[in-house]
């Protein structure tokens, strides 16, 4: 079992910044590739990022790149989730997820946290 807790949600005006963290602790948190997803207000859940166990390779979804970084520290059992930029459309429940396979498909992933709400004003 792998748990995830998210941290560093909020009330960001657009243009604004803000940095999401995920702690994981169980499994060994090194072995999973690690991503992060959303869900906006009646809207499905869609991929924001993903990295690799080594953080050798990183993606990302076409609506983030150049705004958004993904970061891990394996030391420290966390990924990160660096936003700039930010606009209202990026409005939206953030979860961090765990997976023995690097994908953007959410359905790989194994573990998920419980959220952390980043609410962009216009």
């Known amino acids: 079992q792998v748990q995830l807790v998210e941290s560093g949600g909020g009330v960001v005006q657009a243009g604004g910044s803000l940095k999401l963290s995920c702690a994981a602790s169980g499994r060994t948190f090194r072995n999973f590739a690690m991503g992060w997803f959303r869900q906006p207000p009646g809207k499905e859940r869609e991929f924001v990022a993903t990295?690799?166990?080594?953080?050798?390779?990183?993606t990302y979804a076409d609506s983030v790149k150049g705004r958004f970084t993904i970061s891990r520290d394996n030391a420290k059992n966390t990924v990160f989730l660096q936003m700039n930029s930010l606009k209202p459309e990026d409005t939206a429940v953030y979860y961090c997820?765990?997976?023995?396979?690097?994908?953007?498909?959410?359905?790989?992933?194994?573990?998920w946290g419980q959220g952390t709400q980043v609410t962009v004003s216009s």
């Open positions: 997820a765990a997976s023995q396979i690097f994908s953007q498909r959410g359905n790989l992933y194994d573990y």
């Open positions: 990295i690799s166990e080594g953080s050798r390779t990183t």
